[in-house]
């Protein structure tokens, strides 16, 4: 349920409330938030049982900021570096910017603790909406204290919006934006296998990260439609950068592992798998087939160009703005799922040698 103040009326929790919660004076509640003044602990105690029980936020500067007239928007992401959702972001500021609004981007390190910290921080200074960008780890707690705080945010009339990551629970107040994850993977095997490639390596991303666990759905699920039965060692988790995914293609060529194609589960690792390819002597695609995802605009820059899946990132950014933007639009809205499609370039030929170059 979403949090009220006593009166009943939704919105903000003030310091008279959580005097009155607690039974004592505004001066005494004042004097234990600004820890200035001693208190005993039983008092001390109330107070802040009172503060936890009504959400109350306290922040100088978030006041500031709600009489300046302009709203502001928090978006975090996972690298400000990143090149897939930084596109996201930059749609979520230029309609936000076109709105007179105001943006201020954070970076979580793909650290779940930092991201619900931040949420929290964007939550104090009263930030009109908070944007959550890219895949997450799917972890109980983290889910539960996400869904309080999409309730905290809901009811002073915020929105917590998540882009390209699933929803929380349907009770959840929060705008979701997503992308075909797992038909794109499905998709983009289906590519590769009717090329004639049965052993096709992956490197979806870390385990129980919400995009990595899609991409290897997919690429699973195409393989059982095939007929092709999923070999768990070609399965390999590195990280989404171009160093890692260079480090994760040596190592399977000097464990002797046998692969003719590689489904890489970002373009920047795309590139080091085939900086690792060409240090072997491998050519691609003669050798071994090379495939990624997002279509960022290096991949058509790689050599050979890198066929690849696209993901509307700058769109995601734009509709999920909008939708924050309008409160008018009827709930069903606040979950969107846009399409994602192939991108064919000249990194990928019919397989010649069954068993790959290992």
Not at 170 to 192: C, Q, S
Not at 327 to 333: C, L, N, T, V
Not at 341 to 353: E, T
Request: glycine letters at 8%; aromatic letters at 6%.
């Amino acid at each position: 349920m979403s949090k009220r103040k006593p009166s009943g009326q939704p919105g903000r929790a003030t310091i008279r409330d959580v005097a009155a919660r607690a039974g004592v004076s505004v001066a005494t509640v004042s004097r234990v938030l600004s820890s200035n003044y001693h208190v005993s602990e039983e008092l001390r105690g109330r107070v802040m049982t009172a503060v936890r029980e009504l959400d109350y936020v306290t922040n100088a500067h978030a006041r500031s900021l709600s009489g300046t007239g302009r709203n502001i928007v928090g978006i975090l992401l996972d690298d400000m570096t990143g090149a897939a959702f930084a596109h996201v972001a930059r749609g979520v500021e230029e309609e936000a910017s076109a709105r007179g609004w105001l943006s201020m981007v954070c970076a979580t390190n793909s650290d779940p603790e930092r991201e619900l910290e931040l949420v929290n921080l964007m939550r104090q200074q009263g930030a009109a909406a908070v944007f959550l960008l890219g895949g997450t780890y799917d972890l109980d707690e983290y889910r539960l204290r996400m869904a309080r705080f999409a309730r905290s945010l809901d009811a002073a009339g915020s929105r917590l919006v998540l882009c390209g990551r699933p929803p929380l629970d349907d009770d959840v107040p929060a705008t979701v934006i997503e992308y075909d994850n797992e038909r794109g993977a499905y998709a983009m095997t289906g590519h590769l296998l009717s090329s004639g490639h049965r052993r096709i390596l992956i490197m979806p991303g870390p385990e129980g990260f919400t995009t990595a666990e899609g991409r290897l759905a997919g690429y699973r699920q195409a393989l059982a439609e095939h007929g092709v039965p999923f070999d768990p060692e070609l399965v390999m988790r590195p990280t989404f950068v171009d160093t890692v995914g260079r480090h994760a293609i040596r190592k399977a060529l000097q464990d002797g592992l046998r692969f003719t194609a590689v489904f890489c589960a970002t373009d920047i690792v795309a590139a080091g798998v085939l900086d690792g390819l060409r240090e072997a002597g491998l050519s691609v695609p003669e050798d071994v087939s090379v495939v990624g995802f997002d279509d960022i605009p290096l991949a058509s820059y790689l050599w050979p160009p890198l066929t690849t899946v696209h993901v509307p990132y700058e769109e995601m950014g734009r509709v999920a703005m909008r939708l924050v933007a309008d409160p008018r639009r009827d709930a069903a809205e606040h979950h969107v799922v846009m399409g994602t499609h192939l991108v064919v370039r000249r990194s990928v030929l019919p397989v010649r040698r069954p068993d790959g170059p290992a």
